[in-house]
């Protein structure tokens, strides 16, 4: 049925018409979802169809090193690590931030180690995010401070 005066009805809601276009808004349930669509001319012409759409969720990053106000000292060996969890178990891939480009690229490896150069010196945001393999997606920041480890004191006998 190809008529911009189509009535089009998706389980049982009427959709609105711009053109030869329709939408509609229903509520979902997080996994398998029945859409039966009909389609019915004004010479009562009509035509049906039955789909099945899979509402998922996105990944949401649970932990992320190091911390939101971490210092980090030069030539010292720093984890960056993102944990995230996906209701659906399906599979993620990670990517790592340093002021906004891009140190690690798309990867299944949840975890990098960095040691900081003088050329780190001072304050950095550290982007950690997490996908799935449907593209939702979710990002977690943290700024850091590298500096010069402190001297310590001699001790005193």
């Given at each position: ?73 030069l ?64 990002q ?18």
């Open positions: 049925v190809d008529d911009s005066l189509t009535a089009d009805v998706v389980n049982g809601v009427l959709a609105a018409r711009t053109g030869t276009t329709f939408s509609v808004s229903l509520p979902l349930v997080y996994g398998p979802n029945t859409l039966a669509i009909q389609a019915t001319s004004p010479r009562a012409l009509a035509a049906t169809k039955t789909v099945t759409v899979t509402l998922g969720s996105i990944p949401t990053i649970q932990s992320i090193l190091p911390a939101d106000g971490q210092l980090l000292y030539g010292r060996p720093v984890t960056l690590q993102v944990s995230a969890l996906d209701a659906e178990s399906d599979p993620r891939e990670y990517q790592f931030m340093l002021d906004d480009s891009v140190f690690r690229s798309w990867g299944p490896e949840n975890a990098l180690s960095l040691t900081p150069a003088a050329s780190d010196l001072g304050g950095h945001l550290l982007t950690n995010e997490a996908r799935d393999a449907y593209g939702g997606a979710d977690r920041q943290a700024e850091v401070l590298v500096i010069r480890e402190p001297v310590q004191p001699p001790v005193q006998p």
